[in-house]
T-cell receptor, first 118, second 111 residues
Framework: GAVVSQHPSWVICKSGTSVKIECRSL??????MFWYRQFPKQSLMLMAT?????????EQGVEKDKFLINHASLTLSTLTVTSAHPEDSSFYIC??????????????FGPGTRLTVT | SQKIEQNSEALNIQEGKTATLTCNYT??????LQWYRQDPGRGPVFLLL?????KEKRKERLKVTFDTTLKQSLFHITASQPADSATYLC??????????FGKGTMLLVSP
């Protein structure tokens, strides 16, 4: 149980284009999903917290107009990187916290999406 | 400033021995501390969660201790196996349900 999928697993795009990454909880519902970014040999950095049916909460320094997050259902959140630039190249990972009542604290992570912007 | 420190150098041990990884933190008051395993190019996998009022938690060959006075957690893998080779991340939750991760420690278990 507690499986989270991401699609695509890797993507290469040209500078200036937009890329959408999907995150799905396959066997549980999640009111809250999280988006992280990880650069090589660095820790996961939280970008934003996504709550179903409401606007995402972005961490300081993360441009909300560049990284669009939509949490349309209890099993799906999407991250769209708009007008991507080479410095946006990174490993993007989503996670989901089980439950709808906020009593679970562990997070289950997707396999990640490797984005390369050329 | 706030810091989460894990051994930056890889830990090399022989199969069958106990691996002990350290997580120290500064200027945090975590309500929960979690440990994750991450393999190269993959997302982290949840291993154990320990609450601030718990001293120790066990799951199969894994044991986590949490000392809020020392501001330290230790993560032990007993009877280690080559398949345990991975990077292990500690993460703090101050009760707001968001996690702050350390950089992780790479564990290499040789046969």
């Amino acid at each position: 149980g507690a499986v989270v999928s991401q699609h695509p697993s890797w993507v290469i795009c040209k500078s200036g284009t937009s890329v959408k990454i999907e995150c799905r909880s396959l066997d549980f519902q999640a009111t809250t999903m999280f988006w992280y970014r990880q650069f090589p040999k660095q820790s996961l950095m939280l970008m934003a917290t996504s709550n179903e049916g409401s606007k995402a909460t972005y961490e300081q320094g993360v441009e909300k107009d560049k990284f669009l997050i939509n949490h349309a259902s209890l099993t799906l959140s999407t991250l769209t990187v708009t007008s991507a630039h080479p410095e946006d190249s990174s490993f993007y990972i989503c996670s989901a916290r089980p439950g709808t009542s906020g009593t679970s604290y562990e997070q289950y992570f997707g396999p990640g999406t490797r984005l390369t912007v050329t | 400033s706030q810091k989460i420190e894990q051994n930056s150098e890889a830990l090399n041990i022989q199969e069958g021995k106990t691996a002990t990884l350290t997580c120290n933190y500064t200027n945090y008051s975590p309500a929960y501390l979690q440990w994750y395993r991450q393999d190269p190019g993959r997302g982290p996998v949840f291993l154990l969660l320990i609450r601030e009022n718990e001293k120790e938690k066990r799951k199969e060959r894994l044991k986590v201790t949490f000392d809020t006075t020392l501001k330290q957690s230790l993560f032990h893998i007993t009877a280690s196996q080559p398949a345990d080779s991975a990077t292990y991340l500690c993460a703090l939750d101050e009760g707001y349900s968001t996690l702050t991760f350390g950089k992780g420690t790479m564990l290499l278990v040789s046969p």
